[in-house]
Structures are given as structure tokens and as C-alpha cells.
């Protein structure tokens, strides 16, 4: 029963479903970790102090690929104009924040305003990284997302928060200026009365600037997810039960965003 969502497989692009001509997706834009590092050597790594960081050759490195595939098709013409749209909105994020303003001023801008092609194509930049995020963890496509993200329909059911990265601002107060790039996985939020999933939720943090991109889902669809694709949602159960069991800080709830 595939109303809100289509099967996994890994042999599959995760936003079309096509198994030809398969390829690598970067977790974080090719073009924004040159830019960051420029031609500077590279670690990768969760930095948590547990795990050694690896040396990564260079941001094309298949280090900072998605493990799941998109094909040819949906990797290059299908989403090419979002990806150019989100290193020209970057830009401008990057420029207001470092200014002094708030980083989603961006948005008082004629050419982001909602509705039109720049604004949508922003919004299916992370739809397209949601969709890798949900795959790469073993779960199924979310169609609304997967069609927007390919430009088959317009309505935005992507959210997006901009901030300035809190853990990049302590760091660079105690050691200075930094180069940083990285991505917050895949959050699924649960509802504690009814223990139905209500979304899927990710972040992205290029230098000073994180966004934080999300979906959300009544409990129709989270009972679509929990009964037909279980084998998944006993993975977000298992990590329900680990958050009650052991909450998290406050301070570590600020520094993810959530």
C-alpha cells in the first residue's frame, strides 16, 4: 500500500525509484566545501571523541557521498536548477549573516518571494536531501517530497530554519575563526501519546550558517509508515525508546537544533 510512501531498495534511485544508470549524491555540495576549504587538506569524522577522524582527497571524494544511490537523470538535469539555486541563496545567506543581519532575511528579497521558481527551487534543494537522509537510514520514499523535490509539482512541503551554527560560534569564540563543514543525519520526531512518527528532520551546517530542514506528517501517514514499512519504523522505535530512556541536556538540545 503505497499511498505516502514507496518501498526501499538499495538498487534504487531514492527519489525516482529508477535502478539505471545509478550514481553518488553528496551530503553537502561539492561546491560549498570548496569553497570553505578551498585546496586546504580535509578530515572527515563525527568529531565526537570517540571516532578518529579520516583524511578526505578532496570534496569530490565518494567520503562525502550518500550511501544510496540517485540515477544519472535525477543527479544532473532533474535537479541541477535547484542545486544552482541554492549556491546563489547560499551566497546571499552567507553575506547577510556575516553583516550583522538575520540570516533569513534573505527571504525580504523580490526574487525569494514565496511562490516563485527561486523560492521553490531553494525548498527542493533540501527536499532532494531529505529524501537521501530517509533512504540512507533504510526507509521509504517519501512521494510528496521525492515529487517535489524533481519539480513534479509545486507545493512546498519542505520547512527550513536558518541560524547562525551554535557549536561554529563556540568554537570560533575559544579558538577562532574556523573552516566547518556538516550534516545532522536523519531526526525522526515521535508523538509521545500516540507513538506515531510526525516527520523527518535534518540539518545541514556550511561554515557559520545551519539549516535545518524538515517535513511533517498527520497520523495517517505515520501509521502508513509504522504498518507498512516496519522494518524501518523498528529502527525509530528503538531510537524512541533510547531518547526517553536517556534525554538529552538542554544544551545539547540547543547546539542540534531541536
Known amino acids: 500500500m503505497d499511498i ?11 527519489l525516482c525509484g529508477s535502478s539505471e544508470s545509478l550514481t553518488g549524491e553528496h551530503k553537502i555540495k561539492a561546491s560549498a566545501l570548496r569553497k570553505i576549504f578551498g585546496n586546504d587538506a580535509m578530515v572527515i569524522g563525527k568529531f565526537d571523541g570517540k ?13 562525502f557521498h550518500f550511501a544510496v544511490p540517485l540515477c544519472a537523470s535525477c543527479n544532473s538535469t532533474r535537479t541541477q536548477a535547484p542545486d544552482c539555486e541554492f549556491d546563489r541563496f547560499h551566497a546571499l545567506v552567507s553575506t547577510s549573516l556575516a553583516t550583522g543581519r538575520t540570516p533569513d532575511e534573505v527571504f525580504n528579497m523580490r526574487e525569494y518571494e514565496i511562490g516563485s521558481e527561486p523560492y521553490l527551487n531553494v525548498f527542493r534543494y533540501f527536499a532532494k536531501l ?34 547562525a551554527d551554535p557549536i561554529y560560534a563556540a568554537y570560533e569564540s575559544s579558538l577562532g575563526e574556523n573552516r566547518f563543514a556538516g550534516h545532522g543525519g536523519l531526526i525522526v520526531p515521535v508523538d509521545a501519546e500516540t507513538e506515531l512518527a510526525t516527520g523527518f528532520r535534518s540539518s545541514i551546517i556550511l561554515g557559520a550558517v545551519r539549516y535545518i530542514f524538515f517535513v511533517r506528517f498527520d497520523s495517517m501517514v505515520g501509521r502508513e509508515l509504522r504498518t507498512y514499512h516496519h522494518d524501518f519504523w523498528l529502527k525509530c522505535e528503538a531510537a524512541y525508546r533510547d531518547a526517553v530512556a536517556n534525554p ?11
Open 51 to 63: 571516532s578518529k577522524p579520516r583524511p578526505a582527497q578532496g570534496p569530490k571524494s565518494s567520503a
Open 130 to 163: 531529505l529524501c537521501c537522509h530517509v533512504a540512507e537510514s533504510g526507509g521509504p520514499r517519501p512521494l510528496a517530497v521525492s515529487e517535489f523535490a524533481l519539480g513534479n509539482m509545486d507545493r512546498n512541503v519542505v520547512l527550513l530554519h536558518i541560524d
Open 248 to 258: 538529552i541536556s538542554e544544551e545539547q538540545r540547543y547546539f542540534l537544533g531541536v
Open 4 to 14: 505516502f510512501f514507496a518501498p526501499y531498495h538499495d538498487d534504487q534511485c531514492c
